[in-house]
């Protein structure tokens, strides 16, 4: 939760980043964005819903080309070196699939055998992600009869298993129940904390980034409108709370989403 001092050279670096959709090209996900992570910093990605977070994420993990502009991520051209893009980072997907009929040493062995790691390595790595993520007692146990919480951590452990030192998260939290939520959070700062990564982390829930983020970046109709610490962004926001910078940096007034988008994630 330290803001890295002085910031080394990035990690992931993006330009003027866009993605277009639509047969006219008039669906613009993604619009000019540009942003830079640093090495063990936690990264947050924070917008409405619709605001481009899964298509930005999509480009930096080598799943799909950008209309135009250009990021370098882990000194891969997201454009051009898009094997060695995915072989640096790991994904949890927004809406992922896990085999239920696994346990989760099986579940890691099964995805690490996808990215080719070494099967005594990778066993050795399934161990390590177990105990780091506290599911060590119920490795063998099959992951149907898992909680939501619990089986999103095993996804999160299955993103690391051929140790990317950049991990993406998607709206990590999102279909999680309060306790789920806490658990997930807590493994959240565990990954820059202690497994070294860098971690990079969209969501539209405020108190969350707020929580595990060293930087934010907050992006509208797919475009960033302001990038820094909550402090920063309050400050040059000259408002006095993350949610209102937020408001105020989109558009509160006549935003046709603010005030939805309001309501929704503010608490009762
Ligand atoms: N494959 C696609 N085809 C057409 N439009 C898309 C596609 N993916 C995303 N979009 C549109 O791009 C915009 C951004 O979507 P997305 O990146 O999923 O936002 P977020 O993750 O912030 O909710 C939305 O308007 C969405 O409808
Ligand atoms: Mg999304």
Redesign the pocket.
Known sequence: MTSPDPPRAPVIEVRSLSKH??RRNE?R?VDRLSLEVYPGETFGLL?P???????TIRMLNGIVRPTSGRAVVNGYDISTQMDDVKRSTGLLAESPGLYEKLSPREYLEFVGSLYDVDMKLLKDRAERLLELFGLEQRGDDLLEGFSRGMKQKVLIAAALIHDPPIVFLDEPTSALDPLASLVVRDLIKDLAEKAGKTVFVSSHILSLMEEVCDRIAIIDRGKAVAVGTVTEIVELSGTSTLEDAFIKLTGGTGHPDALSWRKAVAPA
Do not use: Q, R
Request: net charge positive.
């Open positions: 959709y639509g669906v996900a917008g819903n619709g605001s481009g977070k899964t298509t």
